[in-house]
């Protein structure tokens, strides 16, 4: 059996060598930070993620989607807060029982790296930080501790998330490789909600808290522990943005300008603005995502975006089934294997940045609105009525397998129906009205 050297036991690192080992493969996968089963939390990151129909697919068909789902606590809409503190509730889905799920990144992350483990076929190597990719002989070289380590394998499977040294290997040797980054001018930093004195919730636990400010919002996923885990996303430049809130007093002013509701639950505001990073949002294109049998990037490493749809390790699980799928469909031949797999995932994770990158304005402007409740509405009552035929593109997205591709095509298709089926009603009516006045 072939021996695959992964880089990255970040969400689909971890997820990937648990499908390779099933396969009966030999797998290393090297990790740059140290096991957070011991403490150690993935910094900087969301600590927690809305996980949807895709990514549980994925770790159902590895058998851990109980296990991984047990702590998870559902959100079945978007709860908007206004200004003056007013709430609106909007469902995700016509169905009620179809909900996003908020779930702790280190949790899910213990969870895919010991369904992996529990295969003897693979191993896991911490704090081997990959520094290049010989990219023609499936040669990884690992900084450590002590001293630099070499990894053989028949091929290096790039996991190592947005800035992977997998990929800038590739960059550097493959003739022709297309490469584009485009970073959103806004940033995003995290906050914290802690839980009440009993322990409980202090906002409604089943929805994504959501403080739309036009340009820029706040939103909230509820923890297991009682708390939410707020996050920020604001300008990095301009008259009110990160750049210009340096004291303890901008802070508190802006928070009591734009979220006043949300500054009595804060009790650590001041210092989680001060200690804890801004990060910055990025959306990431590239090809080809292999070269021939040697080396192939999955997740974030091939294809990044911005995390507006819930979407990124959705996408990131997604591909570790088809991957999965194109081995067992060639296993002759890793290299028609990988150019399938990327076949089938380019157009789909081109799609899914687009798509996310229209969800933040739809999140952090339209939601106040009441056209956006009113349009919710009425896309909720057409799939009642039409079930199987009508599917918002949310529904699509979030609560389907339809590849993302496909379901932005069917929802413009729909939506120009929609519009021009109101149209020609609107012109009916008129011309009706016309003939009744004119009788
Ligand atoms: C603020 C925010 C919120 C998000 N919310 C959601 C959400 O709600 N739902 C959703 O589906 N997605 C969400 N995402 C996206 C999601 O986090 C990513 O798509 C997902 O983590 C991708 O998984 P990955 O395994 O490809 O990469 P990563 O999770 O980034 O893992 C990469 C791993 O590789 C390791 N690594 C990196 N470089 C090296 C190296 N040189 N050598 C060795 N190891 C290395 C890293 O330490 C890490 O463990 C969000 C992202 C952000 C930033």
């Known amino acids: 059996m072939a021996r695959f050297v992964l880089i990255g036991s970040g969400l689909a690192g971890g997820l990937l060598a648990a499908y390779l080992g099933r396969r009966g493969y030999d797998v290393d996968l090297y990790e740059r930070r140290a096991d957070h089963r011991e403490g150690n939390i993935v910094g900087g990151r969301s600590i927690n993620l809305a996980i949807s129909t895709r990514g549980i697919h994925a770790l159902e068909k590895i058998g851990i989607a109980d296990e991984a789902l047990r702590r998870a606590i559902p959100m079945r809409g978007r709860m908007i807060h206004d200004k003056s503190g007013a709430l609106h509730f909007t469902p995700y889905d016509v169905d009620p029982k179809k909900c996003i799920n908020s779930i702790g990144r280190a949790t899910l992350n213990a969870t895919v790296i010991e369904a992996a483990q529990r295969y003897s076929n693979v191993r896991v190597h911490f704090n081997h930080k990959c520094t290049d990719v010989d990219i023609g002989s499936a040669v990884a070289h690992l900084e450590t501790a002590n001293c630099p380590v070499t990894a053989r394998g028949d091929a290096v499977l790039g996991v190592d998330g947005a800035f992977s040294a997998v990929r800038q290997s590739m960059q550097m040797e493959i003739a022709n490789f297309q490469y584009d980054e485009s970073y959103l001018a806004h940033g995003y930093k995290e906050l914290t909600i802690p839980p009440g004195a009993d322990g409980s919730w202090r906002m409604e636990k ?234």
């Open 206 to 439: 089943n929805a994504l808290h959501i403080w739309p400010r036009k340009s820029f919002m706040m939103i909230a996923l509820p923890n297991p522990d009682g708390s939410f885990t707020c996050t920020l996303f604001w300008e990095f430049e301009g008259p009110r943005s990160f750049a210009t809130t340096k004291t303890d007093d901008d802070v508190r002013r802006f928070f009591d300008e734009e979220f006043p509701n949300a500054v009595p639950l804060m009790p650590t505001l001041v210092e989680d603005f001060r200690n804890n990073p801004t990060g910055s949002l990025v959306t990431i294109r590239c090809a080809p995502w292999f070269h021939r049998d040697k080396v192939c990037l999955v997740g974030d490493a091939a294809h990044a975006v911005v995390p507006f749809y819930g979407q990124g390790m959705n996408a990131a699980f997604e591909d570790c089934v088809v991957l999965d799928e194109c081995l067992q469909k060639f296993p002759q031949s890793r290299e028609r294997a990988f150019a399938e797999y990327f076949r089938r995932r380019k157009e789909n994770a081109d799609a899914l940045a687009d798509l996310a990158i229209g969800n933040f304005i739809e999140m952090r402007d339209k939601t106040a609105s009441k056209t956006f409740r009113a349009k919710k509405k009425l896309d909720h009552a057409l799939e009642a009525a039409l079930p199987g035929i009508y599917l918002p593109l949310y529904t699509m997205v979030t609560f389907t397998r339809i590849p993302y591709a496909k379901a932005a095509q069917r929802a413009r298709i729909q939506d120009w129906l929609v519009f021009s089926s109101m149209f020609l009603i609107a012109a009916i009516l008129v011309a009706a009205m016309l003939w009744f006045v004119a009788r």
